[in-house]
């Protein structure tokens, strides 16, 4: 099994709503030392990697489901291999 | 300016439905590879250190806003440290 972390974020040029939100929140309480905060998701996804080639995986269950192409996107890492 | 991703989860304990709903979107593609999804969010948070030690800034922005302790967990990493 692999684990990997697929990271998935606004594209530079969108506008973050929530992490705007959430910087004026920690302003707001007295936080004065935090610039700024952006806001992302991730998705902690097994693989079995006998079944199917990991990157391959990533990347169509990417496409195809967890990445919104217009706004956002994606990077991935590998947590643990056996 | 030290940047810092800091990662929120469910606790083990705690059931993740957008995790489990996802995983069952993924098996209905066809990819039976993927034996389980998590998900979580993450904050990129850009912190003056010079204005307040990282740690105690990161633990008490954790503990007043982005965390809900009763059903979540938070770890961090520092990403750029200048």
């Known amino acids: 099994m692999t684990k990997v972390r697929i990271f998935v974020t606004y594209k530079q040029s969108v506008f973050d709503p929530q992490g705007e939100t959430i910087t004026e929140a920690v302003h707001s ?4 030392e935090v610039k700024e905060i952006k806001v992302g998701k991730f998705f902690d996804v097994t693989i079995d990697s006998r079944e199917k080639e990991v990157g391959e995986s990533v990347k169509e269950i990417s496409e195809q489901l967890l990445v919104n192409f217009n706004l956002e996107t994606y990077r991935y890492e590998i947590m643990e291999e056996d």
Request: aromatic letters at 0%.
């Open 29 to 32: 309480l007295g936080h004065n």
